[in-house]
């Protein structure tokens, strides 16, 4: 099994920065592929950047390139979220999700392919 832990939401003016860290526990090592989704109520969930296992392989949704930064921290099991210039449609609930399919390095930008997922943490940015 494996558990996820969400910490470093917060409330956030525009333009301002927050940074949220992921803690994995269980069977996690470098064989996990890791993501962070975002869920705003009355939108679909979207992926907004993803980890392949080992790290090798980033992904980011076109809504936060080049303001979102994903990191992870293979010794420490832990994977972070570096979020620069923040948008109020930035708001939402954001989930660390992680996979443990094992026959790609790759990570998807599909909420579903993930089977385990914290407990959420709230980022707002106001305007």
């Known amino acids: 099994q494996l558990q996820l832990v969400e910490s470093g939401g917060g409330l956030v003016q525009f333009g301002e920065s927050l940074r949220l860290s992921c803690v994995a526990s269980g069977h996690v090592k470098d064989d996990t592929a890791i993501g962070w989704v975002r869920q705003v109520p009355g939108k679909e969930r979207e992926v907004v950047s993803c980890?392949?296992?080992?790290?090798?392989?980033?992904h980011y949704a076109d809504s936060v390139k080049d303001r979102f930064t994903i990191s992870r921290d293979i010794a420490r099991n832990t994977v972070a979220l570096q979020m620069n210039s923040l948008k109020p449609e930035d708001t939402g609930v954001y989930y660390c999700?992680?996979?443990?399919?094992?026959?790609?390095?790759?990570?998807?930008?599909?909420?579903?392919?993930?089977?385990?997922w914290g407990q959420g943490t709230q980022v707002t940015v106001s305007s």
């Open positions: 999700v992680a996979t443990k399919r094992w026959y790609t390095v790759d990570c998807s930008m599909s909420p579903d392919w993930y089977e385990f």
């Open positions: 980890t392949g296992k080992n790290g090798g392989v980033t």
